[in-house]
DNA sequence: GCAACAAGTTTCATTTTAAGACTCGTTACC
DNA sequence: GGTAACGAGTCTTAAAATGAAACTTGTTGC
C-alpha cells in the first residue's frame, strides 16, 4: 500500500496525521520553529540533516499547510519558513512527546531540558485529555465514535 | 549523523521522543494496541505493513519498553504484545495526534472518526498544555529550560 | 496424521536517506 | 564595481529502509 493509497482510504485521523507529520525530520523541524527557527540554514545546522533531506520536507510542510514561505524579516530577499496557524495547533503534539521523553527517556541523574511556564517558571504538569467536566480521561475511558 | 550518535548526544526530550516513537508504523501500532489488538497478526492485516518490517517495528518496541511479550490469553502457545505503562503513557501523543488530523485533515463532509468520552458519549475536547493554575498555555508562553 | 495457521525470516527489487560536491543568485566588503 | 563569501538549494552516488512474496518452523484443528 503506497503512502498515497493509504491517506485516501482510511478515516482515522490518527494515520493522515502520521503520514503528514510523523517523521523524524517533519517533528523536529516543526519543535525548531517552536523555538523561533526560520531559515533553511538553521534549520539545517540545528538538525544536522541532510540539505536534499530538508529541502523536501520543508516542501512537503508547506504543502501540508503546516509551514507557509514568507519574505526574510531582516530585509534581505531571502525566504523564511513561519509556522502557519494549523502549524502552531501542532504544539500539543510537541508538548506530549516531550513530556513522555521527559519522563521515560532519560536516567535520573542525566541532564535534560524541562518545559516551564514563562509566568511562573514552573514545570508544566503532565498534558492529559479531560472530558468537558474536567474529568482525566485514561485510554479506557475514550472510544473511537464513526461520525459522518 | 546517526541515529544511535544523535540519540547519545541530544538532552532535548522531543528528539528522544522522535527517534523511538516518530515512525510512520510504530504510531499506528500503538493506536492499534489502544484499540485492543495484541497480536502479530492482528497488526499485520490491519495495517497492511509487509511482515519484515512489522517484526523489526515490536522488536524495537519491545527493546524500546513500550510493548512487553506476553503468552497469549487465549491459551495457545503463541505470544502477545501488550503496551506497558511506559507506552500506554503514550496516549497523549496518540491523542494529540488525532485531535489535530480530526480538525485539518478532513474536508467539512468528509467521514471521520471522533475520540468520545465513554461515560458521556461527548466528544473530547481539545487537548492542551495547561499551567498548574488550571491556564490554557499557548507556545509563547511556555519556554524550555535546562536541567541538570 | 495431515492440512491449515501463526509468527516470523529470507530474498530481492524499489525507494528513501545521507553526505558531500556543485550551482547560482545575493550580500558584504574593499 | 569587482570579487569573495554566503544562502538556499540541486545533483550524484553509496548505504539503508521498505514492500512483496516465497520460505521456514512450530502449533492447532480435525
Redesign the pocket.
Known sequence: ???HQMSQATTCPVARSVEVIA???ALLIVRDAFDGVR????F?QGL?????????R??SLVEAGIFQ?QP?SD???????VLTPQGQSLFPVVVALRQWGERYLFGPHEAHSQLVDTATGQPLPLMQPVAVDGRTIAPEQAWVNKVV
Open positions: 500500500m503506497t503512502k517523521d523524524r525530520w531559515r533553511f540554514g538553521d539545517q544536522g540533516v541532510a540539505r536534499s533531506v530538508l529541502a523536501n520543508l516542501k514561505v526574510a530585509g534581505t530577499s531571502y525566504q523564511e519558513y
